[in-house]
């Protein structure tokens, strides 16, 4: 776990806080899909950044991913919720530590099959095709992530992490967005597909890249802050 302000390349009691890691696009545009009538949807847009004064202290946020994730996806949401105040734990199917595509390795906390959501208060997943295509592979993995979904607590997904809550079939007549590889997957799992730099469906926070980061962080921040959401269901 790491504690409240833990600055990154320092580890912490119990974690191994990261280091930043220039966010990197790998993605190319896409057209959006149609729109239709459903729920809530905020795009970055619709509201400024959070405030300064945004807190999440408190809160307990659980970071789920395995060896092979985009590493910047990992170290910059953790960093931005870490100075908000949360107590950020890694949960994942490995045990020890897990590396990025990149090279940045973090230490995990937690094993996803002794991890509960009832512990934490949100839920972060990084996205990385590795990662993505084998946490979709885990049972324990996939259902961890689906119980924060049936607790009706804040998810954000980014880029490829999206695969693994179609595996847990959390996405049906949801607002969201993803890489855009996973476009066609997500339609036919029933959800909206749009592209845009971030969208937020009741706790239900996702983007495209590392260049959405900016924007992905600060909805995080605010979906943790407000707490549960009675439309976020599995």
């Known amino acids: 776990r790491a504690a409240a302000g833990t600055e990154p390349g320092h580890r912490a009691a119990g974690s191994d806080a990261p280091a930043s890691h220039a966010a990197s696009s790998v993605c190319a545009a896409s057209r959006p899909a149609p729109r239709r009538a459903g ?7 619709d509201m400024s950044t959070p405030s300064n004064d945004t807190t999440l202290h408190g809160t307990r946020v659980a970071f789920l991913a395995t060896d092979g994730f985009e ?7 953790w ?10 734990v890694m949960v994942s199917p ?10 940045h390795e973090q230490s995990v ?3 996803a099959d002794e991890a509960d959501a009832s512990d934490f208060d949100a839920l972060v997943l990084p996205g990385g095709v590795v990662n993505a295509d084998d946490l979709r592979t885990d049972a324990s993995s996939v259902a ?10 804040p998810v954000g997904a980014i880029c490829h992490a999206a695969w693994t809550l179609i595996e847990g079939d959390v996405v049906r007549d949801r607002s969201l967005t ?6 066609t997957d997500l339609r036919n799992a029933g959800a909206e597909w749009v592209d845009e730099e971030v969208v937020v469906d009741e706790g239900f926070v996702t983007s495209r890249t590392p260049d959405d980061l900016p924007a992905f962080n600060a909805k995080v ?3 943790i802050a407000e707490g549960r959401h009675s439309g976020q269901t599995a």
């Open 144 to 153: 961890f992530a689906r119980d924060f979904f049936a607790q009706h607590k």
């Open 39 to 45: 729920p809530r949807r905020r795009s970055v847009e």
């Open 71 to 77: 590493d910047s996806e990992l170290t910059s949401p």
């Open 109 to 111: 906390d937690l094993s």
């Open 79 to 88: 960093q931005a919720v870490s100075d908000a105040g949360a107590a950020v």
């Open 178 to 183: 993803s890489y855009p590889s996973l476009k």
């Open 94 to 103: 490995t045990t020890g530590s897990i590396t990025g595509k990149n090279g």
């Open 221 to 223: 921040i605010e979906e």
